[in-house]
């Protein structure tokens, strides 16, 4: 059988009430002072902590892992009916990580460039072949004085 354990859901979640208004203006709302949850540990970060969750062991192990975040939004019901609002809506506003599939994409099926283009195969070093024949002799400079008495003598523009 084939057996696929299922992978912890790290997130980090925030639930904001409702305003009360209709759009453009914002229907839901969360104070400043609002933490966020983490999904795996159930710790609590504000808003300026955001980094500081991104540092934690699961969260960078996820994105070692080739996990990358996304955001998300779900608005749900709730039990309770807010006694401003009169509404028992509420939004659930999180990050959370998907794996990413991009690399593994090819377009139009086509081969990767890493595949398509040949590679480098290292090959030993071989001996340099003279370029001149072997009766060449060096110009010396009387030969370079002899060839200089073979231009011509130009009239001048």
Same mark, same amino acid.
């Given at each position: ?23 453009? !203006?914002?229907? =839901? &709302? @969360? ?5 966020? /949850? ?60 998907? !794996?990413?599939? =991009? &690399? @593994? ?5 086509? /081969? ?46």
């Amino acid at each position: 059988m084939y057996n696929k354990q299922k992978e912890a859901f790290v997130a980090l979640e925030v639930y904001l009430k409702p305003t009360g208004k209709t759009p453009p !203006k914002f229907e =839901y &709302q @969360a104070s400043s002072k609002t933490m966020f /949850k983490d999904t795996l540990t159930g710790r609590k970060y504000s808003t300026y902590q955001f980094a500081n969750w991104l540092n934690e062991k699961h969260v960078v192990e996820k994105v070692k892992q080739g996990y990358v975040l996304k955001l998300g939004s779900v608005d749900l019901e709730s039990d309770r009916m807010d006694k401003y609002t009169h509404s028992n809506m509420q939004r659930k506003f999180i990050w959370y990580f998907v !794996k990413d599939n =991009y &690399q @593994a994409r090819n377009v139009d099926g086509m /081969k990767p460039i890493g595949q398509a283009m040949p590679q480098y195969a290292s090959q030993q070093m071989t001996e340099a072949q003279p370029s001149a024949p072997e009766n060449a002799q060096p110009v010396t400079m009387e030969d370079h004085k002899s060839m200089r008495e073979l231009d011509d003598d130009l009239p001048p523009f």
